[in-house]
């Protein structure tokens, strides 16, 4: 019988009184860990710094746990340990978000490759500093909860969640699982409650920075069947008609509609906070309901059961999520940028792997002096960039283009 709480390396017994569990532990080890800290300077869809109001990796991540928590806990897994996957499952990801992870994936492509998935679960048992030789040395269960694509890179397949040389702890991790591909429910949970909160909230976002509005949309039935055409080709299988149907319900959706006059007053501010909370609501109660409905009223957790997320929920989120694909990340003068953001990272690589190890942070240095092949070393180079934030990427390729 596989044990969901054994952790892959062995520790000291700690007994500090308090009766902490296991998953708690693991928890407060992910929320006291540099590669969360991190997050605070990393890009959700806007450029962190560039506003106050906006969100980051980090607290989009805080979003994403609490969601996955309170809707786990109504399931019946262990609140923790869908805790820890909301709050863990964006570690891996590099300086520019999506756009940064793309640039790195090209660079990399002859050494494996990037994702930052498979990034996520190398800076949780590798690369954070807590136990040797294990990173963070969480439990099977938290470090399961945290794999949204459990399988090695494949032919034609752009999501995976494990690196070649990180294979050891995976199939730990993967140990007495009924089905090679298949996802715990705290993973599938985790996942639905992260499409949820970018998906609303890259959308309140866009609102409040007045790159979204709803006026196009309700009056130019090109502009409607352009959006869905975006959707189709990025977020969703769904036919064109489906989608304009969609799209027209979601419009005239009582908690949508009022954001028409959206003009950034504290009244239009409170309307885009009510739409937000009815629409998230309406998306973790759809998945909680047809769950459910499916598979009882009984304590479900790990193998037992799978997420059920209705068609319809997953059309809209799909629609919310090409909203903020056409109007924020799409919008007019930012490709200049996205390009200069490919042109930093590949850049970076190219110059680390001629300086190294000198111009390597301590904790990488010995770690490129000690790799056994070429492939290892290019992979410590990886590490390095993908572990930088939005600004220490930009101040690392001004210095080492200066010198």
């Given at each position: 019988m596989v044990d969901p709480s054994e952790r892959f390396a062995t520790e000291p017994g700690k007994d500090t009184g308090s009766g902490r569990s296991p998953y708690e532990r693991d928890r407060a080890r992910v929320l006291h860990s540099a590669g969360f800290r991190r997050l605070a300077a990393k890009?959700?869809?806007?450029?962190?710094?560039?506003?106050?109001?906006?969100?980051?990796?980090?607290?989009?991540?805080?979003?994403?746990?609490?969601?996955?928590?309170?809707?786990?806990?109504?399931?019946?897994?262990?609140?923790?340990?869908?805790?820890?996957?909301?709050?863990?499952?964006?570690?891996?990801?590099?300086?520019?978000?999506?756009?940064?992870?793309?640039?790195?994936?090209?660079?990399?492509?002859?050494?494996?490759?990037?994702?930052?998935?498979?990034?996520?679960?190398?800076?949780?048992?590798?690369?954070?500093?807590?136990v040797e030789g294990a990173g963070l040395n969480l439990t099977r269960a938290s470090l399961d909860a945290t794999c949204k694509y459990p399988w090695p890179r494949r032919e034609g397949t752009r999501k995976f969640g494990v690196y070649a040389d990180d294979r050891p702890v995976f199939d730990w991790i993967r140990l007495g699982v009924p089905e090679s591909d298949r996802r715990c429910l705290e993973a599938q949970v985790m996942d639905w409650s992260d499409d949820v909160a970018y998906s609303v909230h890259d959308v309140e976002d866009g609102f409040f920075s007045g790159f979204i509005s709803l006026r196009p949309l309700l009056d130019d039935a090109d502009e409607r069947a352009a959006l869905c055409a975006d959707v189709a080709r990025v977020y969703s299988s769904e036919s064109a008609a489906?989608?304009?149907?969609?799209?027209?319900?979601?419009?005239?959706?009582?908690?949508?509609?009022?954001?028409?006059?959206?003009?950034?007053?504290?009244?239009?501010?409170?309307?885009?906070?009510?739409?937000?909370?009815?629409?998230?609501?309406?998306?973790?109660?759809?998945?909680?309901?047809?769950?459910?409905?499916?598979?009882?009223?009984?304590?479900?957790?790990?193998?037992?059961?799978?997420?059920?997320?209705?068609?319809?929920?997953?059309?809209?989120?799909?629609?919310?999520?090409?909203?903020?694909?056409?109007?924020?990340?799409?919008?007019?003068?930012?490709?200049?940028?996205?390009?200069?953001?490919?042109?930093?990272?590949?850049?970076?690589?190219?110059?680390?792997?001629?300086?190294?190890?000198?111009?390597?942070?301590?904790?990488?240095?010995?770690?490129?002096?000690?790799?056994?092949?070429?492939?290892?070393?290019?992979?410590?180079?990886?590490?390095?960039?993908?572990s930088l934030t939005d600004p220490a990427a930009q101040s690392w390729h001004h210095r080492l283009t200066s010198s």
């Open positions: 890009t959700q869809v806007h450029t962190a710094g560039s506003g106050d109001f906006l969100r980051t990796r980090l607290t989009h991540s805080i979003e994403v746990a609490q969601i996955a928590r309170e809707m786990g806990a109504r399931l019946g897994c262990d609140p923790d340990v869908v805790d820890v996957a909301g709050l863990a499952h964006d570690l891996g990801h590099p300086p520019f978000g999506h756009n940064g992870e793309d640039a790195l994936d090209e660079v990399a492509r002859p050494w494996g490759g990037f994702e930052g998935n498979a990034q996520t679960l190398r800076v949780l048992s590798r690369l954070e500093a807590k489906t989608l304009a149907a969609a799209l027209g319900e979601l419009l005239a959706d009582p908690a949508v509609a009022p954001l028409a006059g959206y003009d950034g007053s504290y009244r239009a501010q409170i309307a885009l906070k009510a739409c937000t909370s009815a629409l998230t609501g309406r998306f973790v109660a759809a998945a909680l309901d047809a769950t459910r409905d499916k598979y009882g009223d009984g304590r479900l957790r790990r193998y037992d059961a799978d997420l059920i997320v209705p068609t319809s929920a997953r059309i809209r989120c799909a629609l919310l999520k090409g909203i903020a694909l056409r109007y924020v990340m799409r919008r007019r003068g930012m490709e200049p940028w996205y390009t200069r953001q490919r042109e930093i990272l590949t850049e970076l690589v190219a110059l680390l792997a001629d300086r190294a190890p000198d111009e390597l942070d301590p904790m990488f240095a010995p770690l490129w002096r000690e790799a056994a092949d070429d492939t290892a070393r290019w992979r410590v180079i990886i590490d390095q960039v993908a």
